[in-house]
């Protein structure tokens, strides 16, 4: 496609489960990011890859969020043992460039849910 | 640390109305400004992106500037219309590392009435 697309769109758990939520870039996008966005607020970083080299990780709120890219595309944002404070929107980002110029484009979101 | 307000935090303007919103971030060490729109359950969709050694720039009704030294961004609608209903994201990007790339501010909640 010609977007950046995420699954699943809506994710419930319980909590203490693991959850992953994919994103999978514009074909061909460097850069990658994701984000968190509780309700009614903006967008929080999360982490950001470089291809497959994740650069930097200091927006995870906890060790229990790990992010993969390993081969420089589709990216899985993975939450273990689901906490009722990890329901969010989480976003995906891509842009074309490494210098971070140019425009993020964002996929529509993973809705978490966690009862 | 970077830190970005918008207000105001909702409006609600019969159509027609030309408006602007606002943005304002403490560090004036950025790279660019984007603004973005998000409709209820999407994802985000740029509209609008001003280098820092940019004044302003304009898309279609849309017009944004960027006042780098005074830390602000407007964002100026003229003649909206119900379909312009959304929140309305600014985010600035800064060059110092990574963590503090991207920044977002919390968004104007606009409604454009018929």
């Known amino acids: 496609g010609a977007g950046v697309s995420q699954s699943p769109r809506y994710k419930v758990a319980k909590r203490g489960q693991d959850v992953a939520l994919r994103c999978d870039p514009i074909?061909?996008?460097?850069?990658l990011f994701w984000y968190q966005q509780a309700l009614g607020q903006g967008p929080e970083f999360l982490t950001y890859?470089?291809?497959?080299?994740?650069?930097?990780k200091s927006g995870l709120p906890s060790d229990r969020f790990f992010a993969e890219r390993p081969e420089g595309s589709v990216s899985t944002l993975k939450i273990q043992r689901t906490q009722q404070e990890d329901s969010a929107v989480y976003l995906c980002a891509s842009s074309s460039d490494r210098v971070l110029v140019n425009e993020q484009f964002f996929g529509p979101g993973t809705r978490l849910t966690v009862l | 640390k970077q830190e970005v307000t918008q207000i105001p935090a909702a409006l609600s303007v019969p159509e027609g109305e030309n408006l602007v919103l606002n943005c304002s971030f403490t560090?004036?060490?950025?790279?660019?400004l984007q603004w973005f729109r998000q409709d209820p359950g999407k994802g985000l969709t740029s509209l609008l992106l001003?280098?820092?050694?940019?004044r302003e720039q304009t898309s279609g009704r849309l017009n944004a500037s960027l006042d780098k030294s005074s830390g602000r961004s407007t964002l100026y609608i003229a003649a909206s219309q119900p379909g312009d209903s959304a929140t309305y994201l600014c985010?600035?990007?800064?060059?110092?590392?990574?963590?503090?790339?991207?920044?977002f501010g919390p968004g104007t909640r606009l409604s454009v009435l018929p």
């Open positions: 890859f470089q291809n497959e080299a994740q650069l930097d």
């Open positions: 074909s061909g996008h460097v850069s």
């Open positions: 560090d004036s060490a950025i790279y660019n």
């Open positions: 985010a600035v990007r800064r060059l110092v590392n990574y963590g503090q790339n991207f920044v």
């Open positions: 001003i280098q820092s050694s940019q």
